[in-house]
């Protein structure tokens, strides 16, 4: 039996068996050493924080750099989840204040294209876990098995007060996560009707059809720093994601990481990318969005809060701001196509299978996406595309 998908621009068709099609076939599952995804193209700026946005997050763009990821062989696209429109500082006039829902851009994505794996983000303490887990089948059987899911707890206390909901304290956040994700499991597994008595749900003959496309469930995925978040990855997620520091430091941090959350379950990491023909053409385009574009007073705000209380050094303090402005935090990978290659073969080395990327403007930098993955194919760290 044979499924035609229509993609809505331009309007073309392909096909795919459904019989052949399984989620460990998916390319989450696939042979590359290095895997590589883009990261927050769901949201105005990016990653980035400037008072110029490069990246205006538009439908159309979403649309097509999602194909062209599709095309040049990417393992993923992964949204931001955001429900307030101000990035998460006191000032309103943010970046990232146009962002999309992320089941139903997942959703579209996952329609409009044919083998790469889309994320939804979902912050799952302000959404009923039944609700969430009839969506998010919908959406997997729209990828025939493409969809993954970024759990996520949630930070920003205005998201709950648009909700009208009392914000949890970390731990109580993480407790509810974990039952929360316990209930969806279920109700993806189990075939006949169950209740749930817990702390958080009180649920009487919970059922739902259709269970996850291909017999099997989505791939689930966490980013947490504190122990308990860590711990909350390795027992409820099949992959954890981490904050890289420096390169020098990461076999450690990820042994350290591993160590904490007590699992031998893969982890990635997310950063932010300038690559050029060379490294001072790289380095001086990074320097120009930072200096020039950067929303500094935004950056000095983000950092005062999270130092509030703390001494930090003068150099500790200029990085992060300049990580905050290039990518909301992230580790910056810039320089030549060849160096940039070759951070990520360090970073493989260092035990990371793979990086969610963000750039400045995913479609007028997705070139230098495919010069990379040519180094990374040459390398040996990934396969090459060409038949």
Avoid at 56 to 69: I, P, T
Avoid at 133 to 142: E, F, P, Q
Avoid at 243 to 257: K, P, R, T, Y
Avoid at 269 to 288: I, L, P
Wanted: proline fraction near 4%; aromatic fraction near 10%.
């Amino acid at each position: 039996m044979k499924y035609t998908l229509i993609s809505p621009l331009p309007a073309t068709e392909f096909f795919m068996e459904a019989t052949q099609m399984t989620r460990e076939r998916t390319r989450l599952f696939n042979a590359n050493r290095f895997k590589i995804g883009l990261f927050a193209p769901n949201c105005s700026g990016g990653l980035s924080m400037l008072k110029t946005e490069l990246w205006d997050g538009s439908w159309e763009k979403n649309l097509e750099v999602a194909r062209l990821a599709d095309d040049a062989g990417l393992e993923f696209v992964l949204p931001l989840g955001h429900w307030h429109s101000a990035r998460g500082f006191t000032r309103e006039d943010e970046s990232q204040g146009l962002s999309f829902e992320t089941v139903a851009w997942a959703s579209a994505l996952l329609a409009a294209t044919r083998e790469i794996c889309i994320f939804s983000t979902l912050h799952v303490t302000l959404i009923s876990p039944v609700f969430a887990a009839k969506m998010l089948v919908t959406a997997d059987h729209v990828g025939h098995g493409r969809l993954a899911l970024n759990v996520v707890t949630g930070a920003d206390r205005r998201d709950w007060a648009q909700f009208g909901l009392p914000f949890p304290e970390h731990d109580a956040r993480y407790a509810y996560t974990s039952e929360w994700v316990a209930i969806v499991k279920r109700i993806w597994t189990e075939t006949t009707p169950f209740d749930h008595a817990g702390t958080y749900f009180n649920l009487k003959g919970v059922m739902a059809k259709p269970k996850p496309f291909g017999g099997s469930r989505p791939l689930l995925v966490s980013a947490a720093n504190s122990t308990i978040g860590r711990q909350f990855a390795a027992a409820h997620t099949d992959c954890l994601f981490l904050m890289v520091n420096e390169i020098d430091s990461l076999a450690d941090e990820v042994g350290v990481f591993r160590a904490s959350a007590g699992s031998a379950a893969p982890v990635l990491a997310s950063g932010h990318m300038v690559a050029r023909q060379t490294r001072k053409e790289a380095e001086e385009y990074y320097d120009y969005v930072v200096r020039e574009l950067g929303d500094w007073e935004a950056a000095d705000e983000a950092v005062e809060r999270r130092a509030k209380g703390r001494e930090t050094p003068l150099a500790i303090m200029r990085r992060l701001k300049e990580r905050l402005i290039s990518g909301i935090g992230t580790y910056p990978v810039v320089g030549s196509y060849d160096d940039v290659a070759a951070v990520f073969g360090r970073m493989n080395e260092a035990g990371l299978g793979g990086m969610a990327v963000g750039l400045f403007d995913y479609l007028a930098e997705f070139p230098t996406i495919v010069e990379v993955l040519a180094r990374l194919e040459r390398s040996g760290l990934r396969r090459s595309r060409v038949a």
